[in-house]
DNA sequence: GTTGGCACTCGAAGTCCGTGAGTGCCAAGT
DNA sequence: ACTTGGCACTCACGGACTTCGAGTGCCAAC
């Protein structure tokens, strides 16, 4: 009874910060909520709650606020995740379904998400690794200049330049290509290395540079994770924090800059199902102290492809903003699905 | 005598003013520059560039402030363009230098531009208007889906993902493979249209629609101008301006956010040696009236490709960041023709 | 055309309250 | 054992007031 009204208190704490970005004392959080209790009972539920780390006070003699653990007690145990309004998931529907091709389903989904959540917004490329080969390509720029051009079974194309010693010739390129795509099409690109191993033995001598050199940029281009490709979006949000709260909009820009720093952000989701948020301290990037960042997977038919999210300021409206991750991630896993 | 210190003035202005962010009086500037005259001979001079629109007072008693019109003067007739050092040309060498396909050329290049500037960046994919047609594949992604993609001989890879009504065979698929590479293979884009016309007609009357699917889509990847691509970087400068200037940046951030937007700022750079600077209200775009745009064309060969620039506060350093963009333009250029 | 002098302006910064929201504590009430 | 009203206390915020000084325009003298 007692512990309930506290967790009461607490959630009525977080909704009205965030919709404020006011510390809430404890005559207004009786006026806002029906909570049946006086002000002087609220108050020794604070005094109890402070004491247990969720809330702190900016200065004596004002009202509180939660900290970063008393946002994570709130996700976890007191908000659910807001469904969106059928508006918001119509709109979704048109916003994405009108995307032509990869690129455009991620530019879209960037925006898509940024505007729902009026926050910063990320999405991260599907992963190649769990692709396969649909088809491989080699083409003469110059004389001794080769692209490569890979085609996985999801549209996407992956391209490596290759620069070569001695011109080759048309009869030595169309032995390259045709033993290359008998070597790996229709390979995921597991296997794509064991399948590479020795390519260049089967040779002519005076070939065996040349296929070595194909061999190596198809394998880096398979291996070297290019897929680690992030989106940003919707930057121009942060900056609507009107410099009255402590949200330094300078580090965390920098922050977003660095595709590492985004990986990173992405990288670490879990489950497919649930939404992650990492709120505050427990985020793993310098800069991003005082942001929490959401995230959840999307999935490429049965397995997972990749995770998009977004980053925002700790105090943001996380059942709301949740919602909107989740959804757009499921319609995203939709669209994909399609294709 | 008397115009060229009063010009002298102005100049002085301009620089105090771009380095120190404050207000420029009389007494001040005669002791940071030797101009040989009193405090109120200075002032007489103030007056007069503030009659003629080039500076203005911020308040009443405060000192003053370069007009959009002050820079424009100082730009067109007080500064030249700032040469890097050989440290810094030796950096953007080196950085240039390991770039290992065009992605990676224009990625590069932001950042070094962001970073020499400390503005944040822009850079223009090649123009493809000009660029021809290497080579052209088509490849089955699943039977009703087909993958086009068109290599230029710039060594950028155009793809266009094709929905078929009906499950494309083998042969037909080499159909029109064939006979798309007979048609525009090896020509400049802008013959593509016309190579393309009745381009379905030879073909057997069930294929005709296919046929006529693949040319369309061809033709929208040739013409549909997806090369105005633009790549963004060093936003994070923005911030750098510690609200105590008259640079909201959140107008800047999503004036930023336009694809379109940016292509305007960039698109309208003159001449290919010339640097480009538009100050303030000069400027195109809503949003954007309390920066400065500079843009220089870069190259490839003997064609000019497209552009990069930066964008920044009206109280920047000109001569400094008009060497930089010029130095980075034609380091660009170089690294295109080497390719 | 230049200069020193001088009165004037006015934003920035400092100081000094008064106000009020908010707190903690306590004793009384249920 | 909680809850509650009462009460003294704290302290950020905002307004009013003042001081300070950089900067100005103007003018008479050089």
Redesign the interface.
């Known amino acids: 009874m007692l512990e309930e009204r506290r967790l009461a208190v607490l959630r009525a704490i977080v909704e009205d910060y965030v919709s404020t970005h006011e510390p809430v004392g404890s005559k207004a959080l009786v006026e806002r909520h029906s909570l049946g209790v006086s002000p002087a009972t609220i108050r020794n539920d604070m005094a109890a709650l402070e004491e247990e780390g969720y809330i702190a006070q900016p200065h004596t003699s004002a009202g509180r606020v939660p900290t970063d653990l008393g946002y994570r007690l709130f996700v976890d145990r007191l908000s659910g995740v807001k469904p969106l309004t059928p508006p918001e998931r119509r709109a979704i529907h048109q916003f994405l379904d009108d995307a ?2 990869l690129d455009d389903v991620m530019v879209r989904t960037v925006r898509l998400l940024a505007q729902l959540t009026r926050q910063v917004a990320l999405v991260q490329y599907p992963s190649l690794s769990r692709s396969s080969v ?2 491989v ?1 080699v ?3 110059s004389t001794t ?1 080769l ?1 490569i ?1 890979i ?1 996985t ?1 999801s ?1 996407r ?1 992956e ?3 290759v620069e070569v010693p001695r011109p080759v010739s048309d009869v030595q390129l169309g032995d390259v290509r045709s033993r290359l795509v008998v070597a790996i099409a229709n390979k995921p690109f597991s296997s794509v290395p064991d399948a590479l191993t020795d390519f260049d033995v089967a040779f002519a001598p005076d070939d065996q540079l040349l296929a070595r050199l194909v061999a190596a940029a198809v394998l880096e281009a398979v291996t070297e994770r290019s897929d680690e490709r992030v989106v940003l ?4 949000h ?3 924090y009107g ?1 009255s709260f402590p949200l ?3 580090p965390v ?2 922050a977003l ?1 660095e595709q590492v720093v985004l990986l990173r952000l992405l990288g670490e989701a879990s489950s497919l199902q649930a939404v992650t948020v990492r709120i505050g301290h427990e985020n793993p990037v310098e800069g991003l102290e005082a942001t929490s960042v959401i995230t959840a997977r999307y999935a490429r038919g049965d397995r997972p492809a990749a995770s998009l999210g977004i980053v925002g300021p700790t105090h943001m409206d996380y059942p709301g903003t949740m919602g909107a991750v989740h959804a757009v991630a499921q319609y995203v896993s939709r669209i994909l699905d399609e ?1």
């Open positions: 032509v091709d649909r088809h390509e083409v003469t720029l200049r692209i051009l085609i079974d549209g194309v391209q490596r330049i979006g919707g930057t121009a942060l900056a609507r410099e330094a909009i300078q820009l920098e800059e294709q």
